[in-house]
């Protein structure tokens, strides 16, 4: 009675190994997923994605005083135009590039970037359109809006 029970098992379970076998030495799913996962698949990496980072996360103490509104802000607006992928600056972490002088004692400066005298007015322009300014310059002109720049001219001349 339970000995077709067991080979049907077995039979079963072998099947499911060569299968993924197959599946792995064949490279026949696209685990890069340079095109997207196929739904179901994505579905189940996104739920445990999500609850693996949630496990994770309980641990981690939230630092205080980062939950001003202009902390958030100028945080966001300076990550978002990618400003310190070039720049060295002040309470902004992460890598320490030099492509663009460090931004540490600008606001010390007498002029920016060798160019422009250095007020809040030219801060901003040079901000928003370096590129206009000298063609020639390295720093790329990066669409940063007006509100944006002012941000983060203000914050740049805190930094002494
Ligand atoms: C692709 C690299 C790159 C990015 C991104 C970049 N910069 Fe620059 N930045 C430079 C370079 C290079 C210079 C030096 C320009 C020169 O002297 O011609 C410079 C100069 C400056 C200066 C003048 C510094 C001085 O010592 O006089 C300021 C201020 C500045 N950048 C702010 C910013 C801000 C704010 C952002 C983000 C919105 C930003 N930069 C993004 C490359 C970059």
Partial sequence: ??????????FLATVGVLDATAVIYGGLYNVA????????????????MH?????????????????TASTQRLGATLYQYACNTCHTIPGITGSQPLVGPPLGGIASR?????RLANTPANMVAWITHPQQIDPAT???????NGRDAVDMAAYLATLR
């Fill in 1 to 10: 009675m339970w000995k077709p029970v067991a080979w049907t098992l077995g």
């Fill in 33 to 48: 997923a340079t095109k997207q996962h196929l739904q179901p698949v994505y579905t189940v990496l996104e739920k445990a």
């Fill in 51 to 67: 609850y693996s980072v949630q496990r994770r996360a309980r641990k981690i103490e939230v630092p205080t005083g980062l939950d």
């Fill in 110 to 114: 007498q002029v920016i970037a060798g």
């Fill in 138 to 144: 390295a720093m790329p002109d990066l669409g940063v």
